[in-house]
Nanobody, 121 residues
Framework: QVQLVESGGGLVQAGGSLRLSCAASRLTFSSIGMGWFRQAPGKEREIVSARSGGSTYYADSVKGRFTISRDNAKNTVYLQMDSLKPEDTAVYYC????????????????WGQGTQVTVSS
């Protein structure tokens, strides 16, 4: 079965950086759309970034600070997070296999287990 495994979360001070990784298995990785979401305590899950085909999306709240990238040889998608703010604190999830025709896609077939990111002020 398809597996997505996130890593790279942790505790960082405001202004710092983290790079999240999401390793995928049992997927035709190079041709599949990927996304990053986050969910803060008491809040709904929100999309952070998506990359599908030649298109890339960033939420306004992270634009200019976060960068999504992928290494098809390693079946891995990354989320580089710079200039982190306390409001970025959340569990971050990667997702693969978008469904539907909306952009950015918010429904995916596969999800990782999440990794905690905590930004202290």
């Amino acid at each position: 079965q398809v597996q997505l495994v996130e890593s790279g979360g942790g505790l960082v001070q405001a202004g710092g950086s983290l790079r999240l990784s999401c390793a995928a298995s049992r997927l035709t990785f190079s041709s599949i759309g990927m996304g990053w979401f986050r969910q803060a305590p008491g809040k709904e899950r929100e999309i952070v970034s998506a990359r599908s085909g030649g298109s890339t999306y960033y939420a306004d709240s992270v634009k200019g600070r976060f960068t999504i990238s992928r290494d098809n040889a390693k079946n891995t998608v990354y989320l580089q997070m710079d200039s982190l703010k306390p409001e970025d604190t959340a569990v971050y999830y990667c997702a693969a296999g978008p469904t539907g025709s909306s952009w950015p896609p918010r429904r995916y077939n596969y999800w990782g287990q999440g990794t905690q990111v905590t930004v202290s002020s």
